[in-house]
């Protein structure tokens, strides 16, 4: 599959394009003013790239959590494109992303992330069936509960969590890979038909 995915849930967003076999990454500064220019940015990423859209079939966008004007932008220019250019589209939040490389390997995971100094989490089957919704959880709970628990953690919100949380038993401090997302998708793990935002409070 040759796929666009783009990540605006963090200060630090994400383009990566997957074609023939080849792959393209470009960082991005997701905050309120490159809202507006993130389609200029697409095409740029594209024209430097030497690639267009026909070369990809496909565009998948985080869902969140994440940053409203963030997630509200990046979603409104995904549909955009996938509807003028006939593009599949797909949206992933990063609970799920966080825990592809762990498929079928552990009976349980749980996905744990901070957002706006508060702890979420969600708990996922060993084929990344959701059995759970997302909880708001507190420190002490996550230390005396979820201990020997098997948890993911995404490194790039790492800098946001107490050193306590990162030293607990059984915690994977995990990278997001764009290419897991194909994976996924073929599992029937994405979105497709109901694509909006997860905004938490």
Known sequence: MNFLSIDCSTDIGSLFIKTKNKTFSQVLQSDKSNNDLLMKQILDFFKENNIKFGDISSIFVNQGPGNFSGLRGSLATAKGVSLSKNLNLFGYNTFIWSCAKFF?????????????????????????????????????????????????????????VDEKILKLN????????HQELEFLQLKGLLDKELIKPLYLS
Request: hydrophobic content about 35%; overall charge positive.
């Open 104 to 160: 079928n390997k552990r009976d349980s995971i749980f996905s744990l992330i901070k957002f706006r100094e508060k702890y979420f989490i969600k708990k996922f089957d060993k084929n990344l069936n959701s059995t759970s919704n997302v909880e708001e959880i507190t420190e002490d709970i996550i230390i005396k509960k979820y201990d020997n628990k098997f948890k993911v953690i995404p490194k790039n919100v790492t800098k946001y």
């Open 170 to 177: 059984n915690l994977c401090i995990v990278d997001l890979d």
